[in-house]
Structure formats: structure tokens, C-alpha cells
């Protein structure tokens, strides 16, 4: 099976730089997504790791290590229209489908 | 592309009734997914389908659920009869396979509020 654990929530400040860890266990590794979700909307897709390092998309950045379990969701230059929920999801070998954690509520206030 | 369409975008009804939510998912993807999230519980998997085909059903929560395919523009969930414990909002997804990392597009859910 998988287990995926992600912080409930976080609070940050506009402007600053936040850092979401996703720790996770899995028989095999075959990828890992971000995704964010806005309150009543739907989760849309933000960075896929395959390899171990950094992957940068603008301000949203994403790592990964694979020996370790981990990765991280790192928003630079935060806006207040950051504020949303990131899912971390899993995908084992073998299959093709990812299994998503519980999500990491990000608040950012002035 | 429209991206994933699901209908309704919310619906009321009473314990015991039968519930059918809709799904059309982006054209030429050839997975689609039907998930359930709850404030308990996240973001669960129920059911997928792979060109119509359903492959895995294992999270489908009990035989009040079921979902079917009938071609590829199309798919369904039902729950009859309903109960207060399914209220939830419902995703679908879809994906094409060995496109683009085989990304999940959702669509925008239905809420279910089961009286």
C-alpha cells in the first residue's frame, strides 16, 4: 500500500516563500504530482517528479528524493491567490494511478 | 477543448433516493476516473475506466454505487438509494496514457447533499 503524509495547514505571509513537504511510503516509486485546489473548485495540476532534484515552473518549484521518500512544493513571491489546498500524490510502479494525500491547506495573509 | 464536464454542479436530495451524476471527459483521453471527496476522508478513488472498460472498482464504497461507461464521450454514477453519509463532492477526471505525464484533468464536481 501507500502512505502519503502531508501538514494539515499552513499560514505564510504575501511575498514570502513557503516550503509543503509531502513524505510518503510505497512498494515501488513511479512518480510524484502536486496539485492545487482552490475552495469549491477542482484540483488542477501543478508539477510532475520522476527523477531525484528540482523542477522549476516560475514561481512554483518542486523536489524530490526518491532514497528519502520526499519532496517538497516550494511558492516564491507568494500571492494572496496562493492560498489554496496542495495535494501530493503518488504513483507506485507498476500502476497507473496516483494516490492522493489529504492536502496541505496554505493560507496567506497580508 | 472544453476540459471535463460533469452535471450537476450541485444537487439536493433526500435519503433514499436515487442519485445519477455525469460525466464527459476531454475527447481522445482514454481513462476516466470518478472520485469522492470528504473533509474526512480526502481525495478517494472509487472506480476507473480505461477505453469504456471498468479495470478497478475496489473503492467503489458498497453495491449502492455503480458506474458505467457506455462510450467514450460519457459516463455515469449512480447511488440508489442514497444516503446522508454519501454527501461529498464527486470528481471526475480523465487522462490519456503515455501523454504529457498522463496528467488528471478534473472537472469542476458535484456537490451531493443527501438529506
Known amino acids: 500500500g501507500q502512505n502519503i503524509d502531508q501538514p494539515t495547514e499552513m499560514t505564510a505571509t504575501e511575498g514570502a516563500i513557503v516550503q509543503i513537504n509531502c513524505t510518503y511510503q510505497?512498494?515501488?516509486?513511479?512518480?510524484l504530482f502536486w496539485y492545487q485546489q482552490h475552495a469549491g473548485e477542482a484540483p488542477t495540476f501543478l508539477s510532475y517528479?520522476?527523477?531525484?532534484g528540482l523542477e522549476e515552473k516560475g514561481r512554483f518549484s518542486s523536489f524530490l528524493s526518491r532514497s528519502k521518500g520526499y519532496s517538497y512544493l516550494l511558492l516564491k513571491e507568494l500571492q494572496m491567490k496562493d492560498s489554496a489546498s496542495y495535494l501530493c500524490a503518488v504513483r507506485r510502479d507498476g500502476s497507473y494511478i496516483p494516490t492522493f494525500g489529504r492536502g496541505t491547506s496554505l493560507i496567506v495573509h497580508p | 477543448d472544453a476540459g471535463v464536464i460533469q452535471s450537476p454542479r450541485h444537487e439536493v436530495t433526500e435519503m433514499g433516493q436515487e442519485v445519477t451524476l455525469r460525466c464527459k471527459p476531454i475527447s481522445g483521453h482514454d481513462y476516466l476516473f470518478w472520485y469522492r471527496q470528504t473533509m474526512m476522508r480526502g481525495l478517494e478513488l472509487l472506480i476507473y475506466?480505461?477505453?469504456?472498460?471498468?479495470?478497478?472498482d475496489s473503492g467503489m464504497p458498497e453495491d449502492r454505487f455503480s458506474a458505467k461507461m457506455p462510450n467514450a464521450s460519457f459516463s455515469t454514477l449512480k447511488i440508489q438509494p442514497s444516503e446522508p453519509r454519501d454527501s461529498a463532492v464527486y470528481f471526475c477526471a480523465s487522462s490519456q496514457q503515455g501523454i504529457s505525464k498522463n496528467i488528471q484533468y478534473f472537472g469542476a464536481g458535484t456537490r451531493l447533499s443527501v438529506l
Open positions: 510505497t512498494s515501488g516509486f513511479n512518480g
Open positions: 475506466f480505461n477505453n469504456n472498460v471498468p479495470i478497478d
Open positions: 517528479n520522476v527523477l531525484d
